[in-house]
């Protein structure tokens, strides 16, 4: 496809678990669509994106798709109804400071773990250390994280989050080892996560595939 990036609701996405027969078999994505089909798919320049804070943006993806069905619930894709004006791209996210509502620094977001439904549930912080020695990483909730826009021209983004390094630094460990995968997908240990942070869990009521039910 070139340079050309394509953009799709995460509904249409089916996650397919690894292979317990095949060793080092990874979890992956699928996009249950016909390759000549997904050929004349919107998309853009992969040098040049779009304004993803813009709603009218989406209008063509979501017609695209509008006649897939959303693999968990069966039904067609839903089009999107509501955008942040801070919308952010996961490659900014990693790497960037998590500071206090005051400024001060708490640490650097690794990564960000995100549920079968699309919904992102938590982050991976790194506390502590230098350089990257002798850090420790801990998992914070997604719900808990404010996402803000600073500065004179309101043009600098900003996560911050209400907590101490050293409330950090004794928070649920992230392990990035393969071994310990299951558990930072384990809804208990998600759960408690979340406890640990006094934030509600949001998937109340959803199902195992993380569709919300009528609960």
């Known amino acids: 496809m070139g340079d050309k990036l394509f953009a799709m609701p995460w509904s249409v996405l089916r996650s397919v678990e690894p292979d317990k027969a095949k060793k080092d078999s990874p ?3 699928v996009l249950p669509l016909a390759k000549e089909r997904f050929k004349t798919a919107p998309g853009f320049d992969k040098k040049n994106w779009p304004n993803l804070a813009n709603p009218d943006w989406t209008k063509d993806i979501d017609a695209f798709y509008a006649g897939d069905l959303n693999p968990n619930t069966k039904k067609p ?3 999107a109804t509501k955008t942040s004006v ?3 791209r ?3 996210l990693k790497g960037t400071n998590i500071k206090t509502p005051t400024g001060d620094k708490l640490g650097d977001l690794k990564e960000v773990a995100v549920d079968p439904s699309g919904r992102a549930c938590y982050v991976a912080v790194s506390v502590g250390g230098f350089l990257g020695i002798g850090d420790r990483i801990v998992a914070v909730p997604w719900d808990a994280l404010k996402f803000s826009l600073v500065g004179e021209k309101l043009d600098k983004k900003q996560i911050s989050l209400v907590s101490t390094k050293e409330q950090l630094e004794k928070a649920p460990q992230f392990k990035e080892a393969k071994e310990g995968s299951a558990e930072m997908c384990d809804p208990k240990w998600i ?3 979340y406890e640990y942070y006094s934030t509600p869990v949001y998937w109340s009521g959803r199902d195992e595939n993380g ?4 609960k």
Do not use: D, I, M, Y
């Open 211 to 214: 569709v919300k039910g009528s």
């Open 191 to 193: 759960t408690r996560v």
């Open 86 to 88: 801070t919308t952010w």
């Open 27 to 29: 979890q992956s994505l």
């Open 90 to 92: 996961v490659t900014e």
């Open 77 to 79: 894709v839903e089009a």
